[in-house]
């Protein structure tokens, strides 16, 4: 049963047509895709936990004598980029902060080379790609660690040039919806037309303030409970179901 699944008294055949109509719903004006990165599209830091990568930050911070910037939930917080937004937070366009993120760039191209791809979503990209969708990466990674990693998955071809990541203003991390905002001006997309895939509270929270769609990925119900905590609607657990569906009714829209 799918995170977006609340009735038991329905059989599993009623139940996965329910949700295949609410995703040909969801998906049915759709002309724009924003996909956010690692989540959706792989699991960036499959081969070193992103709890480590942290971990390695606070530890650089310590070294160098600044670990007091971090209240002690920032130190024992599993998300590098939750860190790297505290830093910037009190010391602003300095070069500190340019020297972390130079050092989260180069932990994201490493990790590259062990990313594992999130199920069902090569078939799904290029689904998309190929019924006439125009796709674009909104994340708070680098860019080109994205661009590397789809390079090396076939794909880059279905989202280039349309990459959309980290620059230097940390500010504008996502939930900030500028990485959203510059895909809808590069693309000159209607927001109503376009739909975000992510997988975090701030990806639904960038989505919101920019006027487009979401859909919520979820591989389990830790991110399931978030995702519904900040306010999105409609999950799915898996792509596979998502990428029969755009297929269907991108049959139906051929001439």
Same mark, same amino acid.
């Given at each position: ?20 109509? =609410? ?73 500190? /902060? ?27 990209? =290029? ?6 969708? =125009? ?12 661009? =590397? ?24 991390? %996502? ?31 960038? $989505? ?14 830790? %991110? $399931? ?10 999950? /799915? ?19």
């Amino acid at each position: 049963m799918t995170p977006d699944s609340t009735q038991s008294d329905v059989t599993p055949t009623e139940s996965a047509t329910v949700e295949t109509e =609410r995703l040909r719903d969801v998906i049915a004006p759709v002309r724009f895709v924003l996909f956010d990165f690692d989540g959706p599209i792989c699991r960036l830091f499959a081969g070193r936990p992103a709890a480590d990568v942290a971990r390695d930050l606070v530890q650089w911070l310590k070294e160098r004598g600044l670990r007091g910037l971090l209240t002690a939930e920032e130190k024992e917080e599993p998300d590098p980029y939750v860190v790297l937004r505290a830093v910037d937070r009190r010391h602003p366009d300095s070069d500190l /902060v340019a020297e972390l993120e130079q050092w989260l760039t180069r932990q994201e191209l490493n990790a590259v080379a062990t990313a594992m791809p999130t199920a069902y979503v090569d078939p799904l990209i =290029r689904t998309w790609s190929a019924v006439g969708a =125009r796709l674009a990466v909104t994340t708070n990674n680098a860019p080109c660690a994205v661009g =590397r990693y789809l390079a090396r998955r076939g794909t880059l071809g279905c989202f280039a040039p349309h990459i959309y990541g980290r620059t230097h203003d940390l500010s504008r991390l %996502k939930p900030d919806p500028d990485c959203v905002e510059r895909a809808l001006r590069a693309m000159g997309a209607e927001p109503r037309a376009t739909l975000m895939i992510g997988d975090a509270p701030s990806d639904y929270v960038a $989505a919101e303030r920019a006027g487009v769609g979401f859909l919520g990925y979820a591989r389990n119900e830790r %991110k $399931a409970r978030l995702l519904r905590e900040a306010g999105a609607e409609h999950l /799915v657990d898996s792509l596979e179901r998502l990428s029969r569906v755009v297929y269907a009714n991108g049959r139906m829209k051929a001439p």
